[in-house]
């Protein structure tokens, strides 16, 4: 291969890392911006937000096909063929969350009207802050292609995950003393499960950078469990437990 | 680009010439330039480093040349990846000799308002300015917001009492108009209130009268506690202070400053707290020493556990009459004016006002003012033991502190 054809292909490389970071970007913005529209009941922000995720998909889409056609045409090996491996798993993922981000703003639709109190409204604020923050720090981890940031994400999700349960045990609590009603409960949990599921995707984001920089997926934790499992079975002659 | 002309000033040359500058040193051509200017010539280059405007150059096939180092500043943070995807547009369109520009709103926190400005050079390629704009737009809104908002305050008691006046006309039963006058006389007091704030503040503004005694903190929030001890009974509010220089414990701590102003900027803030709490919640006032960037300072903290205050609300609300939500402030009674005298009691006193805050959980103010010389002794040592806490339900034992 000339030496022409591989700048192409590192240029094509950088083009579609430099557009995955542009989607995850805009997530990143996103989060804060659909929370708003929650909390001060934008009705015209949730529609503009629901009219710009055709866009985000039909950017992702667009990411998705280049990176196929850079596996089918380059044959990458190593590091570009991981990175473009990687692409190829955050693009869904990064559309997911926008997917997330859109299910607020309509729950922001459907809420319109009601009053929250202003403890749900600061727990939703929190966790808004916090799913940004990691979201943040998977889309810096990328650009910067930092895996000890990366690894980072999966300690700060718990905290995230701590307050989802928080949330829902304050739901709860509103609930019984009256203060909303079961529609209302249920349209807030759904929204807390929105926001603990946009800190899953930055973990998920963040195991991939992982796997960028070191070749290491988590998924070879199940996979050594298994073959440690049948190799016991094996020996012993009978399946054991699990 | 009044900056860019500037330089252009400072170096003693045409304005069309800096320009020329900036595509040479693209280019990486090391050009001899006139005489007197030549020795300044590298410093344009410090200049455009130095200015917080981000300067990106592209050639005519519109591949980037040139970031000065606020445009590199941004590299590998989310919020450059967004500008630069901005940047890029701007470039694509100026090839085709479109100038124009573009705003990239960003959500933060903070908030931040860029503008991404492009012009096509001479020689084919095109430079883009990137300008932070926050403070900016920020202003203007302050500016309408505020004539619309002191309108509205001023006309809605005046609007009241021009009905009530008419209900009088033709009212003959004695109880009705006792009661119509009394809603009258609070309505007025109401616009009173109003006026006599906004003449506080724009007093506190000019900032020319403030005294520069020496002033003792401890006194300033015992007296703060005693304009709301009322108000705080009323709706069981407990209040404690705490800290040096309280409760005759430990060398009165001292700053040099207008009396009347700190007790008005520490009222403002301790009547706020106990306004915005729930009925028996407490509400936390402590006075203490820190040093911030080397600079001594001294903190008085007021936290409350009351309703808190929204995050995008957090940045406005020491403006003239800004509201969090305008359908309770009737009821609280506030005439809109308090946060914006504690911000210029602090700024007249080369300090600030620093907010926190948790919707649902609570505020905490932390009023900064610097600390003046060491303490003096204090020429009337305590009387007797005094306890260093007390709650606005025993107002007895805080003359001890004042």
């Known amino acids: 291969m000339t030496q022409d054809l591989r700048s192409e292909f590192h240029g094509e490389l950088d083009a579609v890392r430099n557009d995955i970071a542009r989607l995850g ?218 | ?90 470039l694509a369109l100026s090839r085709h000799g479109e100038a124009g520009d573009e705003i990239v709103e960003l959500f933060g926190p903070p908030k931040q308002v860029l503008d991404v400005v492009s012009r096509p050079l001479p020689d084919g390629g095109s430079v883009v300015f990137v300008d932070d704009i926050t403070e900016r737009r920020r202003l203007d809104q302050v500016r309408t917001d505020f004539i619309a908002n002191v309108s509205h305050e001023l006309k809605t008691p005046i609007g009241a009492l021009s009905v009530l006046a008419e209900m009088l006309v033709d009212e003959t039963d004695p109880s009705t108009v006792g009661r119509v006058v009394g809603r009258m006389m609070s309505e007025a007091q109401r616009a009173s209130n109003t006026i006599d704030d906004l003449i506080e503040l724009s007093r506190i503004e000019l900032g020319d009268d403030r005294s520069t005694d020496p002033v003792k903190l401890g006194g300033v929030v015992a007296a703060a506690i005693d304009r709301v001890t009322e108000l705080a009974t009323q709706r069981q509010i407990d209040i404690t202070a705490t800290g040096a220089g309280l409760g005759g414990v430990g060398s009165p701590v001292i700053v040099a400053g207008d009396r009347l102003q700190l007790v008005s900027a520490v009222g403002n803030l301790v009547e706020n707290a106990v306004k915005y709490s729930e009925p028996g919640g407490p509400v936390r006032i402590r006075i203490d020493p820190a040093t911030v960037d080397g600079t001594e300072w001294l903190e008085i903290t007021v936290a409350d556990q009351g309703v808190g205050i929204p995050q995008r609300d957090l940045a406005r609300i020491f403006e003239r009459f800004y509201r969090v939500d305008r359908a309770r402030s009737r009821g609280t009674g506030g005439t809109g004016l308090g946060l914006s005298i504690v911000r210029h009691v602090a700024t007249n006193h080369g300090g600030e006002v620093i907010v926190s805050s948790v919707e649902g959980e609570g505020s905490t103010f932390v009023l900064r003012l610097p600390a003046s010389q060491p303490a003096q002794p204090d020429p009337t040592p305590p009387t007797g033991p005094q306890p260093t806490t007390w709650s606005a339900r025993q107002p007895t034992t805080q003359q001890g502190a004042a």
Not at chain 1, 92 to 103: A, F, H, Q, T, Y
Request: charged share 25%.
């Open chain 2, 1 to 90: 680009m009044a900056w860019l002309l500037g330089a252009a000033g400072v170096a003693g040359v045409a304005a069309g010439f800096t320009a020329g500058w900036i595509l040479a040193r693209r280019r990486r051509i090391a050009e001899p330039v006139d005489a007197p200017a030549a020795p300044v010539a590298p410093s344009t280059f410090t200049l455009l480093d130095a200015h917080r405007t981000g300067v990106v150059v592209a050639d005519a096939e519109g591949r980037v040349t040139y970031r000065n180092a606020a445009a590199q500043a941004m590299t590998g943070t989310h919020v450059g990846v967004l500008v630069d995807a901005a940047v890029e547009k701007r």
């Open chain 1, 25 to 242: 970007a805009y997530v990143v913005e996103l989060i804060p911006r659909v929370t708003e529209i929650l909390l001060q009941q934008d009705l015209e922000g949730a529609e503009y937000v629901l009219r710009a995720d055709a866009d985000i998909d039909v950017r992702t889409h667009s990411v998705e096909e280049r990176a196929l056609t850079m596996l089918a045409l380059q044959a990458p090996v190593a590091d570009d063929l991981r990175q473009v491996a990687a692409a190829l798993r955050l693009a869904p993922e990064i559309e997911r969350s926008g997917d997330l981000c859109c299910n607020i703003a309509k729950a922001a639709r459907r809420l319109y009207g009601r009053e929250l109190d202003p403890k749900l409204r600061g727990a939703i604020q929190r966790m808004s802050d916090q799913a940004q923050q990691e979201y943040r720090e998977a889309v810096e981890a990328y650009l910067n292609v930092d895996a000890v940031r990366a690894a980072a994400i999966g300690d700060m999700d718990e905290l995230l995950d701590q307050m989802h349960r928080a949330f829902i045990g304050q739901i709860f609590e509103t609930h019984a003393g009256s203060a909303i009603d079961l529609q209302v409960a249920v349209q807030l949990a759904l929204i807390g499960r929105f926001y603990e599921r946009l800190g899953d995707h930055a973990v998920n984001i963040s195991k991939r950078i992982v796997y960028i920089v070191t070749g290491w997926v988590p998924e070879h934790v199940s996979d050594d469990r298994q073959r440690a499992q049948a190799a016991a079975e094996a020996h012993t002659g009978h399946p054991g437990p699990g």
